[in-house]
Nanobody, 113 residues
Framework: VQLQASGGGLVQAGRSLRLSCAAS????????MGWYRQAPGKERALVAT???????HYADSVKGRFTISRDSAKNTVALQMNSLKLEDTAVYSC????????WGQGTLVTVSS
């Protein structure tokens, strides 16, 4: 199973961006899905997770601004990012926990002033 992430790009602060991630094939054991990010010079950090039943968890820094969603039937996960800040600039990677942990290739989000 491969995860393909899309939707990154350059955006002005305060604007919105939506990231998507799709699995190349079905893995019916996939449970949690989510997103990590790694900002320049910083360690990778969890952004948001969503369980198969739809329970969500967010990093404090994105609560109220980001929304994670998924389509379990299609094994896709999305991250709606609103009110983007300069500090949201990072490479965002999606993941999915199935028989193993699957990772997407990462997509760059750059927030400019």
């Amino acid at each position: 199973v491969q995860l393909q992430a899309s939707g990154g790009g350059l955006v002005q602060a305060g604007r919105s961006l939506r990231l998507s991630c799709a699995a190349s094939e079905s893995d019916f054991s996939i449970g949690d899905m989510g997103w990590y990010r790694q900002a320049p010079g910083k360690e990778r950090a969890l952004v948001a997770t969503i369980t198969r039943s739809g329970s969500t968890h967010y990093a404090d820094s994105v609560k109220g601004r980001f929304t994670i969603s998924r389509d379990s039937a299609k094994n896709t996960v999305a991250l709606q990012m609103n009110s983007l800040k300069l500090e949201d600039t990072a490479v965002y990677s999606c993941y999915a926990i199935g028989r193993v942990v699957y990772w997407g290739q990462g997509t760059l989000v750059t927030v400019s002033s």
